[in-house]
């Protein structure tokens, strides 16, 4: 089964002028298909989120079918080539080594050094001796 694309679907996510007459920019979400057997599907872009579109609170929003382009008729600046796609590579566990072994420690010096305690008994003016750690 083969399919061909029958239109782009595009919807509006802003204004601009054009000869001083206000002009919708629309964004490509997806293409209409058309299977051999007449049967009709659409794609949609995964990356296409309809709350991004901008749209009156409670109004549904407007998708628009347009012919596709052929790429004789886009500007050269949007004549891409684009890299054919490759299946994606599965994840493969590397083989076994053994058994686990963390690696090796090493001796770091510590930041900062710990200083002895020092205790210093001295007479108070009181008569009591106080012990205050120095």
Request: charged share 25%; net charge negative.
């Amino acid at each position: 089964m083969s399919a061909r694309k029958v239109y782009d679907l595009a919807v509006a996510v802003g204004k601009y002028e054009k000869d001083g007459q206000p002009r919708n920019r629309y964004e490509t979400i997806g293409q209409m298909m058309e299977t051999d057997a007449g049967g009709r599907f659409v794609l949609i872009k995964p990356t296409f989120n309809p709350a991004g579109v901008p749209h009156d609170p409670g109004r549904d929003i407007m998708v628009s079918l347009f012919e596709p382009k052929l790429q004789s008729d886009l500007p050269m600046e949007q004549h891409t080539q684009q890299a054919p796609a490759t299946p994606p590579v599965p994840y493969q566990r590397p083989p076994d080594k053994g058994t686990y072994s963390p690696p090796p420690k090493y001796h770091q010096e510590p930041l900062i050094k710990k200083m002895p305690t020092q205790h210093r008994t001295e007479q108070a003016a009181d008569g009591f001796e106080d012990e205050i750690p120095f």
